[in-house]
């Protein structure tokens, strides 16, 4: 008795007066990662501007490491993954688009009315322009992310993008690549972002999220320009057989690779945030409409009614509202619409609004590249990244540890301000649906990232 | 100097700060008697708790007596987060369960006994590590009662006492969490909610010794409504969201669930006793976390967080071993169910069904003065994924308390 007495004033001294809350704290019993059946030894993300880190329409270097290439490899880092090489950019925060414009932030803007309000503005007057022409090629540090801007399925065995006299160029890509802006003599031939993949070793293992710009360029010209991959064709025209080229090169040297499918872009913020009937009348303007459009058998009533737009395949005048389902792209000139009638009396140019038969054409195409890129991933054994279910998920809108997540322009937490590319929190969720296939299909154990750990858009 | 130290931690959050550790946000650190016998006791009177545990069975005491206690409260919360597999943790601070009873009757062996009870039966205060995944759930959550209950008791017969006490419970309430807006530097919006709440109610208790070596109780406390009439919500966010977040007022209830004991000791002999209480709490009462702030905007609206508790019961027991008649040597343990449904396990009331033990020693140093010692420890394992906020993880909380209180009877 007088034992146990001891032992248990023991305890009670211990824990009122020697106490150290190390022994009472629960021990960490985390479940053990594990690369499961890939090899991380050399990583690469292939892409376009949504691998590269591309945002707040711009390349800048925050962006850059906060890109979805980057946030999946952090992660994969955990399993065996090497240092990430990104080709960056010199300035944390300027970048520059492909017009030499600085990337946006949100900020103050005085509208045609007067009116101030919160809105997307350029942070610098001028873009990060000798960026472009700067080459950051080291043979030391092969780049871990071949996220390239503008980048398309079509183009990974191109020699025509990395050529700076050719019409394809792409500036993105020459900083990076391996010719340095020299015309390669040893070659013959400027190389391509395959080549520059390829060069001096394979990888052990890549992730393939292509095939946005493939499409995008069509649907942000308002289906006017810049047509979309065709389906078939060699490698280098046709969507197909450029995936085939580049997945037989993976599979003849064991490479395993994780591919992402599409999402539907015409669902994202540039196309949605716009609504269709958001022309707002009071009485006087809508007796003026109906004076003007009455002859053509259109009225207006008091309170929202269609835009009106430019449509040659509506009668006699080419002009008719829109009907619901119809977008009218972020591009659009929106102090003309405020202020000057753009719209209604004069109705928004085919370059800003997609109608219903081209977003069909559109929304073909991509599920027709999706069945191709899901094939592949049968085929080849790659792990398929759903990102069209993700997006799907993100246009429903879904609560994250206790954050709402939506395609809401500005507020929605995941869409960078050129509403089409992720900011970096988007691309957190968007590397966990890539994290969430490879574990899948390699028998992995890689851990999600934490999507609150990176950032979502600053507010002045 | 470490001495020093944790003497100085234990002044400072001295009747501050409560830690909720036992099922939802109740605390049972009444007695130490109690605590050393598995939290059970409430048909054994002993001292002046009494008072707060059945205020029946007051009437088998013959004496005036004063009970000051404390129970410093470590506790420690991790959050394993399932799908980043990390690994965050609570520095809530030290929680002091207090109470203080005094007892009285005007002659010896009166019928009549009355008194007064202050105690802390309900309470918590949780606070997780910076920047935890969290983080715009909760942050920190102080949520503190004091219940002050006079108290009468009357023996109605030679083994039946009745008892019956009006509860006044003053509390506060604050709560903390971040705000997913950031500002040009990338830091996060803050919101805090802190108020002073009130509620009453009463508890009531009947006691019966058919026998010398059984007795039973039976005892009710109410439900208590905590008002927060005059919430105070203060909001830190980017300039261009400041209208959007106005600052203001804001109001608010939490209950305090009934709780109904009963409770059985048998004492064979003077040297042994057995206890067994059987709790039903009546957790059902909390349903709703409601905030109603007096100016609503596009991204602050009134909030109605569904709870949905459980009424649960929990069943206590322990002995008490007394080896010479100053001695007093107890253990004793439990299960509580867990009143919170899947689906709503919250990072303020990490809650899961508990298993727990505890020890106690009793010494009287002469008839008048004697001190009551308790160890009370835990571990609790609850993994849940939040249907309102999508946390998904494991809670493992360890909890810890080293009880102490004096009493002095005339």
């Known amino acids: 008795m007088v034992k146990r007495n001891s032992f248990f004033k023991q305890i009670v001294f211990v824990c009122l007066f020697g106490f150290t809350l190390t022994s009472c704290k629960p021990k960490e019993n985390l479940l053990p990662n594990s690369p499961g059946e890939i090899n991380l030894q050399q990583f690469v993300a292939i892409g376009d501007g949504q691998t590269a880190g591309y945002m707040d329409d711009a390349l800048y270097l925050y962006g850059q490491q906060n890109s979805f290439g980057s946030i999946l490899q952090t992660q994969l880092q955990l399993v065996g993954a090497g240092e990430i090489y990104n080709p960056l950019m010199g300035n944390a925060n300027i970048g520059t688009n492909s017009s030499l414009l600085s990337k946006l932030i949100l900020g103050y803007k005085t509208d045609c009315l007067g009116a101030t309000g919160l809105s997307p503005v350029r942070f610098a007057q001028q873009g990060e322009v000798g960026a472009l022409t700067t080459s950051v090629y080291s043979s030391q540090n092969k780049f871990t992310n071949f996220g390239i801007p503008g980048f398309r399925m079509i183009d990974i065995s191109s020699s025509q993008i990395g050529n700076p006299n050719d019409q394809k160029y792409n500036p993105y890509f020459g900083r990076m690549s391996k010719d340095q802006f020299t015309w390669p003599v040893w070659s013959g031939d400027w190389s391509s972002v395959q080549e520059n993949i390829f060069d001096g070793g394979y990888p052990t293992f890549c992730s393939i999220y292509l095939g946005i710009e493939d499409v995008l360029p069509y649907a942000r010209s308002g289906a006017t320009q810049n047509p979309m991959s065709p389906l078939a064709g060699f490698p280098g025209i046709g969507f197909e057989e450029s995936l085939t080229q580049l997945c037989e090169q993976l599979n003849s040297q064991n490479v395993k690779a994780v591919v992402g499918t599409i999402p539907d872009i015409t669902k994202m913020p540039y196309f949605t945030t716009i609504p269709y009937n958001g022309l707002n009348l009071d009485a006087e303007k809508a007796a003026s409409l109906n004076q003007i459009y009455g002859p053509l058998g259109f009225s207006f009533i008091v309170g929202p009614n269609s835009f009106m737009i430019e449509d040659p395949a509506a009668g006699a005048f080419g002009v008719r509202p829109m009907v619901e389902g119809e977008l009218i792209l972020l591009s659009v000139p929106l102090d003309s619409m405020k202020c000057h009638q753009y719209g209604s009396v004069y109705p928004l140019r085919d370059e800003f609004v997609l109608t219903l038969a081209e977003l069909q054409v559109i929304r073909n195409q991509i599920l027709a590249y999706n069945q191709v890129i899901r094939q592949h991933s049968n085929l080849y054994g790659f792990a398929l990244a759903e990102t069209a279910d993700f997006y799907a998920k993100l246009n429903d809108g879904f609560v994250y540890n206790g954050v709402s997540m939506s395609s809401k322009f500005v507020s929605g937490g995941a869409y960078s301000l050129d509403g089409i590319h992720l900011n970096p929190r988007g691309n957190a969720l968007l590397a966990n649906v890539f994290i969430s296939a490879i574990n899948k299909t390699y028998k992995s154990s890689i851990p999600f990232a934490n999507a609150l750990f990176y950032s979502s858009t600053y507010f002045p | 100097m470490k001495r020093i130290y944790l003497g100085a931690l234990f002044l400072l959050h001295f009747v501050c700060n409560n830690y909720g550790f036992s099922q939802g946000f109740q605390v049972n650190f009444l007695s130490q008697r109690q605590q050393g016998m598995g939290l059970a006791g409430s048909a054994a009177p002993y001292d002046a708790s009494a008072l707060f545990c059945n205020p029946g069975s007051t009437v088998f005491l013959d004496e005036n007596n004063l009970v000051v206690g404390v129970t410093p409260v470590f506790g420690n919360v991790m959050f394993v987060d399932s799908s980043t597999q990390t690994a965050y943790r609570s520095n809530s601070p030290v929680g002091t369960p207090f109470s203080m009873y005094a007892m009285f009757q005007l002659k010896p062996a009166a019928k009549l006994k009355f008194g007064l009870s202050i105690n802390t039966p309900f309470g918590s205060t949780i606070q997780y590590e910076d920047n935890w995944i969290g983080r715009f759930a909760l942050t920190r959550l102080e949520l503190k009662a004091i219940f002050i209950q006079p108290t009468f008791a009357y023996r109605i017969a030679d083994h039946i006492g009745i008892g019956g006490g009006f509860v006044i419970s003053k509390g506060k309430v604050n709560l903390q969490k971040d705000i997913p807006v950031q500002d040009s530097s990338g830091t996060y919006g803050h919101a805090e909610l802190a108020g002073k709440a009130i509620g009453f109610g009463y508890n009531l208790g ?205």
């Open chain 2, 206 to 410: 009947i006691y019966f010794n058919p026998s010398k070596q059984l007795s039973v109780g039976l005892s009710y406390r109410s439900k208590i409504n905590m008002n927060l009439p005059n919430g105070e919500a203060t909001f830190t966010v980017p300039n261009a969201l400041a209208a959007n977040f106005p600052n203001g007022g804001f109001t608010g209830s939490l209950p305090l669930p009934s709780v109904t004991t009963l409770g059985f000791a048998y004492h064979p002999c003077s040297a042994f006793t057995v206890v067994l209480d059987i709790n039903r709490v009546g957790w059902k009462a909390y349903d709703t976390l409601a905030f109603d702030y007096a100016t609503n905007t596009s991204s602050l609206s009134d909030t109605k967080s569904p709870r949905l508790y459980k009424s649960i019961f929990a069943f206590r027991s322990g002995v008490e071993i007394k080896p010479c008649k100053s001695l007093a040597l107890r253990i004793g343990g439990g299960y509580g169910f867990c009143p919170v449904p899947n689906g709503y396990v919250t990072p303020e009331t990490p809650d899961g069904n508990r298993i727990y033990g505890t020890l106690g020693i009793g010494y009287s140093f002469c008839e008048k003065f004697c001190i009551d010692a308790s160890f009370y420890y835990t571990k609790i394992t609850r993994s849940d994924t939040n249907l309102e906020t999508n946390l998904s993880g494991t809670y493992t909380t360890i909890a810890l308390a080293p009880g102490l209180s004096i009493s002095y009877k005339w």
